[in-house]
């Protein structure tokens, strides 16, 4: 049997996130799966308890099963994170009185820094590298550019919507995490290329949608499509390990710290809900400044 029809409040809480909170597929996707294997584990462990019985001694069961199948601490602190979630939005609706993961400790992670490319071979990749003349190329094409001059998540490019561009204050509006808004400024030639490219599009390609990014089919980009080009292009211009759009995003974020950008304004930027999480860039800014020191200073 299934873990959502023992538990029927695990279907409730993924549709409130789905049509509330307004989750994006892939977040939605690790939630549930995180979510079900938890209550599969109670229901092979603990003869399925009700959700009003599960107790932290249960869950550090599981979390302690997922640490013997070495699974990274960096994996667990995010199925923890679901299941706070899950709990949380149980007291919420009344179905419980009170959490059992008030006790719950999370695991430490190492903190590393965050990839990114160099703004020379960004520059290669923009300027340099060739794309296919023909409806995928020119996707690929300003899709990078799209990704490197607004420090989107993927999502965000993916889901991007045609009234979202603002040409005339040059500007875009994206929803990003938790159907949170922001705005990022970004150039008049970005927004000219968005502005030829959908030109092009509205006379080449029959769109069923009204998102920016199209196939020549007139369908939205898929997550791995993307995800394969962005790793081609990047592989011609740099030797990073990590080629991911969401490597394009830390570039974002680290070109603009180290040419003196306010954190908190590139914070907003990022979409980012704390400073906590944009305060990671400033590592690779002050290594930046050490690099220049050692290159310039005599007594380095």
């Not at 279907?11 to 049509?19: E, I, P, R, T, V």
């Not at 009700?50 to 640490?67: E, F, P, T």
């Not at 190492?110 to 409806?135: T, Y």
Request: aromatic content about 8%; proline content about 4%; overall charge positive.
């Amino acid at each position: 049997m299934r873990s959502n029809e023992t538990y029927p409040l695990l279907g409730k809480f993924l549709n409130y996130l789905q049509f509330e909170r307004r989750y994006s597929q892939h977040t939605l996707i690790s939630y549930e799966t995180d979510l079900e294997q938890f209550f599969n584990f109670l229901m092979a462990q603990f003869d399925a308890p009700d959700v009003q019985a599960i107790s932290s001694a249960m869950i550090r069961s599981w979390l302690a099963d997922l640490k013997s199948k070495d699974l990274s601490a960096k994996s667990i602190n995010r199925k923890i994170s679901a299941l706070k979630s899950f709990f949380k939005y149980q007291v919420k609706t009344g179905a419980l009185q009170k959490t059992p993961m008030t006790v719950i400790v999370s695991p430490k992670t190492n903190k590393r820094l965050p990839s990114f490319v160099e703004e020379k071979h960004i520059g290669l990749l923009l300027n340099d590298v060739e794309f296919s003349d023909d409806w995928s190329g020119k996707t690929q094409k300003l899709a990078l550019q799209v990704f490197y001059a607004t420090g989107m998540r993927l999502s965000e490019l993916i889901g991007l919507k045609e009234n979202q561009v603002d040409e005339a204050n040059l500007h875009i509006k994206v929803l990003g995490k938790g159907n949170k808004e922001r705005i990022i400024p970004v150039p008049i030639e970005l927004v000219q290329a968005i502005k030829n490219y959908l030109r092009e599009k509205k006379e080449q390609i029959t769109a069923t949608c009204g998102n920016v990014f199209v196939t020549e089919k007139g369908a939205p980009l898929k997550p791995r499509y993307v995800y394969a080009f962005v790793k081609q292009k990047l592989s011609a211009v740099t030797t990073v390990q990590k080629k991911s759009p969401h490597v394009l995003r830390h570039s974002f974020a680290t070109h603009l710290m180290n040419n003196g950008a306010d954190l908190n304004a590139v914070k907003e930027l990022l979409g980012h809900s704390s400073l906590a999480a944009t305060q990671v860039y400033t590592h690779n800014s002050i290594e930046k400044l050490k690099e220049v020191f050692k290159k310039a200073h005599p007594k380095a």
